[in-house]
């Protein structure tokens, strides 16, 4: 595959999109968003990702907690049980964390803000790609735990809510 964009619509053959399929496997990636005038695809691995409006409990968006006696995953803060009622907004891929649009632009969210599941939090880029992150729950932002720039994991905690909040 070349290092030059492809011609208009070129993004969207068959071909290009097992080659896209590819590198992810190769890379990890577990979502790439392409779009090419007024067409999109979007190209996701790994467990299926809710969208829509959440009928059931906010909870029920993101992963279940772990149990308060297992050890935490690799970047996820400790719980305590006072902690067990929030849900963490969590990376869906590999790559570098921006809180902002462009980096002269406020940031998507703050702590205090309310959101709801369509909400964009942030923005994940990977392999020069960047990819609009929605808060797939509601309520309010309690915690940033991720710095502008950084580099994240696939399921790191990027954000802590009050679904109650």
């Known amino acids: 595959m070349s290092e030059t964009s492809p011609p208009a619509g070129e993004a ?6 097992r080659e896209l399929v590819e590198l992810m496997e190769q890379h990890e990636l577990s979502e790439v968003d392409l779009k090419d005038g007024h067409m999109r695809i979007r190209l996701r691995r790994g467990p299926q ?18 149990p308060a006696a297992s050890t935490p995953s690799a970047g996820e803060p400790e719980k305590s049980d006072d902690e067990s009622r929030y849900v963490f907004i969590r990376s869906p891929m590999v790559g570098t964390f921006y809180a902002a649009p462009k980096p002269e632009e406020p940031p998507y969210v ?4 309310h959101v709801n599941p369509d909400t964009t939090v942030c923005i994940i880029e990977a392999m020069k790609v960047f990819n609009e992150i929605q808060a797939e729950t509601s309520g309010r932002i309690v915690q940033v735990l991720v710095e502008n720039g950084e580099p994240v994991e696939y399921n790191q905690p990027l954000f802590k809510v009050d679904p109650n909040g």
């Open 12 to 17: 969207f053959r068959m071909e290009r999109i």
């Open 49 to 66: 990702v809710v969208s829509g409006p959440v009928v059931s409990a906010p909870a029920a968006a993101s992963p279940a907690p772990a």
């Open 110 to 113: 703050k702590v205090g803000d």
